[in-house]
């Protein structure tokens, strides 16, 4: 054991420079915040038998291409998860599906496709996932393409799971809209970070997306002349997509109220910009749709016209019972003239028992199911969130333009109003 141990860390040192690709300097000040939770280093060959599609030695397992390995990971902490595997194929890719016992009969992608493009030699590759509940999870290790070999996996802790926050609850009564929370994006720099925090990672959000979102970096999200921009880029040397997602989560929570996005959105086919609304109480997959979302600037580059830049918005509720992985969401979407070149103020009307959807001040889309908490979760807390995606179910679903060259999806200010 102590031999084996020692060739583990071996590889590790040998492999840090494929791992990490000077990308993890973004991450420091998120990592610091994990510093006290342990790493978690799964030898998957210590955790099953040997089958006919699964090969195991004593020191790897070999998954052959459409099955899977399930073994029992202790996560410590809630939050999110650098996965890191060491492995070997060529042609081959893992993905790790979780809560694999859960009552919606859904499939958990919590890493998108890992690959190793080596087959021999054991190679480090990682993914930054989904968030995670603390407790045990059955995972299933699952290969596609190709056989795979597994040396081991890491769970690593990026960000702890932060519950605290203050709500800012709108009262609802009279009929003037008052201002009681904003920001206007004034200033230059990174965005105010008493106000938001870096959602990161690279696993495909739930939907297959391209992008990497990063932290604490200008490229990505920066505020310049009275507005916030989130750019997309691409990186030259191996194609991968970086933007940014911003979240309200941790810091504040609010509850009814009108809130206001004003801002101007790529057109470029493959992009997918979004101001939204997310249950405070979002911890990890599993959690979602019961927290409740509401889509309020939903705009993929593919509807918006590249010369008169019109196009559509949405504006969606996903709740337990109608949502999009069943089909039955609650949407309508709305035409806007010049929705690149020019703002438009995108808007949610949240009452106790009714949401309405607003562009530039007009209603066009209503919820109004709320008998019980599957259909209204919107008796709680959500955040607000603000990303621009690239590819996805829904924003790749036209492919990319080959063309687009760093979109911007560009806010002016993201308004909450009391009603008095
Ligand atoms: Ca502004």
Redesign the pocket.
């Known amino acids: 054991m102590y031999n084996r141990l020692l060739s583990q860390r071996q590889k590790i040192k040998r492999n840090k420079a494929f791992a990490y690709l000077g990308i993890m300097t973004s991450f420091i000040g998120c990592k610091q915040a994990a510093k006290d939770v342990k790493d978690n280093l799964i030898q998957v060959e210590n955790y099953l038998s040997s089958s006919e599609h699964v090969q195991k030695t004593e020191t790897y397992v070999s998954i052959a291409p459409d099955n899977f390995i399930t073994i029992d990971v202790d996560v410590p902490t809630t939050g999110r998860y650098e996965v890191e595997v060491m492995g070997s194929s060529k042609n081959g890719r893992i993905w790790i599906e979780d809560y694999i016992n859960n009552t919606d009969d859904r499939t958990y992608n919590i890493t998108g496709d890992i690959g190793f493009d080596h087959d021999n030699s054991f190679h480090s590759s990682y993914r930054f996932g989904s968030p995670l509940s603390q407790g045990s999870h059955p995972f299933k290790i699952h290969a596609k393409n190709d056989t795979v070999k597994i040396d081991w996996i890491k769970l690593k802790p990026i960000i702890v799971h932060d519950s605290t926050y203050e709500v800012v609850e709108q009262k609802m009564e009279g009929d003037q809209w008052e201002l009681v929370w904003s920001d206007?994006?004034?200033g230059s720099g990174l965005p105010d970070t008493s106000k938001w925090s870096y959602n990161i990672g690279n696993w495909g959000w739930g939907n297959n997306e391209l992008q990497y979102y990063t932290a604490f970096d200008k490229k990505t999200a920066r505020l310049e002349n009275?507005?916030?921009i989130i750019q997309a880029h691409q990186n030259e040397s191996d194609s991968t997509w970086t933007s940014a997602r911003l979240t309200t989560q941790g810091k504040y929570g609010f509850k009814y109220g009108k809130i206001e996005f004003?801002a101007k959105v790529p057109h470029d086919r493959g992009t997918w910009a979004a101001g939204w609304l997310l249950g405070s109480n979002y911890k990890d997959e599993l959690s979602w749709p019961y927290c409740g979302e509401i889509d309020v600037l939903e705009c993929v580059g593919y509807e918006i016209n590249d010369t008169t830049y019109a196009g559509l918005n949405h504006a969606t509720c996903h709740t337990r019972k109608y949502y999009f992985k069943q089909g039955n969401q609650i949407g309508s979407d709305t035409t806007l003239n010049n929705m690149t070149d020019s703002f438009h103020t995108y808007a949610v009307e949240w009452h106790p028992d009714v949401i309405y959807g607003l562009v530039d001040g007009k209603r066009y889309y209503t919820y109004d199911k709320n008998a019980d908490d599957l259909e209204w979760p919107f008796s709680k807390p959500q955040d607000i969130i603000l990303n621009l995606a690239i590819g996805g179910g829904w924003g790749g679903a036209r492919g990319l333009d080959p063309n687009m060259k760093s979109p911007e999806y560009i806010?002016?200010?993201v308004r909450v109003y009391d009603l008095k």
Do not use: I, M, S, T
């Open positions: 206007e994006f004034d009275g507005n916030l004003r806010l002016d200010y």
